[in-house]
């Protein structure tokens, strides 16, 4: 999963520092691992570095110094970039098009149009593999991998169509927090 | 046996037009518009209640849109007579519907051979070109038993046999395996796939299930009774 990519879409709603950023990471992806304060501070450097992110300022809030965060023009272009790529429709993707779709509601994105065309690539996906699966004379470890990889992108796809369907709920919810 | 020349290959052989329909207060189509090749398998999805029978009704010339057009080989559908209608269902388009589509009392061979005999067949030359089709179809085997007795397999896979042994230029299925288990839908799909990719037939695919929309050649998606741009899904 690209921590760079939802550390931008964290910052997409305001300045934060890193221990906050990995707070809301960990709240917000309760599957994924949590995150390393070490992979938090050098993916924020590695932003920074690319322009993508820039230093809004320090502070200590009567606490240690903590350096804040925030996001440039480029860096909210690049998750905009990202959010709508299409994943390549292969089983186990899901987690990346959860990832997607939170991250682009979190950043005002349109995760519905990123969900339209992650569908039309899911169901290509599909096409093909039932025309190698109903293909004359397809083994059957043909047909039962066929088998494997059409129903988990099913089931991918019943959860975008359900998502699709609640989407201005999902957004309204991940604005509100 | 197609009374309609099926014309130029590029040009849609069945096209609707920003088809609008309502039932009651119920706007069951708002503008939905679909392109059928010969030949070519569509699959029309979406939610229940988003439209797609209708959609599926109105271009088989069977519910008549409130506006927009229904082309078929260059002629209009929605202002055709009802004689000439029904003439198109005998003739040029097959049905296949989620249940009931089959006469409970009449055998499977008979069930098959019948719309050979509404066409002017004799008995014996019907049932002949049946018995190929439902050969054709795996149910040879089950030709003298009623529906009731049949497997719902084997009842869509007869019902298949029904809607193409007029060699009909468009099928229009709706929801052909809603009512099947997993391998017994795949088999339907598998036999109508491989038939209608021999003969040339078109097939409209109404399916809310994306497993079955991918035997299809392509996908419209229809949400709230509109129908998305090309290339977009639900
Ligand atoms: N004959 C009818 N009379 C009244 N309402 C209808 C009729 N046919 C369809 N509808 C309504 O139109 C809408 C679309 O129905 P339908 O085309 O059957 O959708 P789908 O096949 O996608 O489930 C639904 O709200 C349905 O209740
Ligand atoms: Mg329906």
Redesign the interface.
């Known amino acids: 999963m690209s921590t760079r990519h939802i550390l931008l879409g964290l910052l997409a709603s305001g300045p934060s520092h890193g221990y906050d950023l990995k707070r809301r990471h960990d709240e917000r992806f309760p599957q994924a691992r949590p995150l390393a304060y070490g992979q938090v501070y050098t993916t924020l450097q590695r932003l920074v570095r690319d322009g993508l992110a820039e230093v809004d300022g320090t502070g200590s809030d009567g606490g240690p110094e903590r350096t804040a965060y925030r996001t440039t023009e480029a860096g909210a272009r690049e998750l905009a970039r990202w959010a709508a790529e299409v994943a390549p429709p292969a089983p186990y993707v899901t987690n990346e098009i959860f990832t997607k779709v939170v991250v682009s509601a979190l950043a005002d994105g349109d995760p519905a149009a990123y969900l339209?065309d992650q569908?039309?690539a899911?169901?290509a996906r599909?096409?093909e593999?039932?025309a190698v699966k109903?293909a004359p004379g397809a083994d059957l470890a043909t047909v039962l991998s066929a088998d494997y990889a059409?129903?988990h992108?099913?089931a991918d796809?019943?959860w975008m169509?359900t998502t699709?369907?609640r989407l201005t709920t999902l957004t309204a919810e991940v604005d509100a927090t | 046996m197609r009374h309609t020349d099926t014309g130029d290959a590029a040009a849609p052989l069945l096209a609707a037009s920003d088809l609008v329909k309502t039932y009651g207060g119920t706007e069951a189509l708002r503008g939905a518009s679909l392109d059928l090749r010969a030949g070519e398998t569509v699959a029309v999805t979406g939610a229940s209640g988003s439209g797609k029978s209708t959609l599926l009704h109105c271009l088989a010339g069977m519910v008549r849109p409130d506006s927009g057009t229904v082309r078929y080989a260059g002629e209009r559908l929605e202002e055709a007579p009802e004689r000439r209608l029904s003439e198109l269902r005998r003739t040029d388009f097959g049905m296949v519907f989620q249940f009931g589509q089959l006469i409970p009392e009449l055998t499977a061979l008979d069930n098959v051979a019948l719309p050979l005999m509404l066409g002017g067949s004799g008995r014996t030359e019907a049932r002949e070109r049946a018995g190929t089709w439902m050969e054709r179809f795996g149910v040879w085997g089950q030709r003298e038993l009623r529906p009731g007795q049949m497997s719902g397999g084997q009842a869509q896979r007869t019902a298949l046999a029904r809607a193409l042994v007029t060699g009909p230029a468009v099928v229009f299925a709706d929801e052909p395996t809603g009512a099947l288990d997993s391998l017994a839908s795949e088999r339907v799909m598998t036999v109508l796939t491989q038939t209608v990719r021999e003969s040339g037939t078109a097939v409209l695919l109404v399916t809310h299930d994306a497993l079955v929309a991918a035997y299809a050649d392509r996908e419209v998606a229809l949400r709230d009774g509109v129908t998305a741009p090309a290339g977009v899904g639900v």
Do not use: F, K, S
């Open positions: 339209r569908r039309a899911h169901l599909m096409r593999l039932t109903t059409l129903n992108l099913d796809l019943r169509t699709a369907a």
